[in-house]
């Protein structure tokens, strides 16, 4: 996986600050040849227990752009995958992040295939 500039890394820590202590969710597409994270609605019923990312802010992610990561926080937990988040990972082929929230730990991963 290609590190991510500070500046994304930062967005995504700011979106995750922003919701606390509900679970953002969001993606990282390429624009132009440079990353940036789009946050999307977290349409989750418990959304601070886990995440459901609304697919018409992920659509419009996407036609901005080619979607390199799917990102959400873990608030108030470690931000190492769940075994949901590992399932969920393999089922759609991208890389993962999770950022805890308030930490700011970060977390990447990325489906078997692709090690």
């Known amino acids: 996986?290609?590190?991510?500039?500070?500046?994304?890394?930062?967005a995504i820590r700011d979106h995750a600050q922003a919701v606390y202590p509900r679970e953002s969710c969001g993606v990282v597409i390429v624009v132009t040849g440079k990353p940036v994270y789009v946050p999307c609605a977290n349409l989750a019923d418990s959304p601070g227990q886990y995440f459901v990312m609304a697919p018409a802010d992920y659509m419009a992610a996407e036609d901005r752009g080619e979607v390199i990561r799917i990102v959400h926080s873990h608030p108030d937990v470690s931000a190492q995958p769940s075994e949901?988040?590992?399932v969920s990972c393999e089922v759609t082929g991208l890389p993962w992040l999770i950022v805890n929230w308030p930490t700011g730990a970060i977390v990447e991963f990325e489906p078997s295939f692709l090690c």
Not at 1 to 10: G, K
């Open 84 to 86: 949901a988040d590992r």
């Open 1 to 10: 996986m290609t590190p991510l500039p500070e500046t994304v890394m930062a």
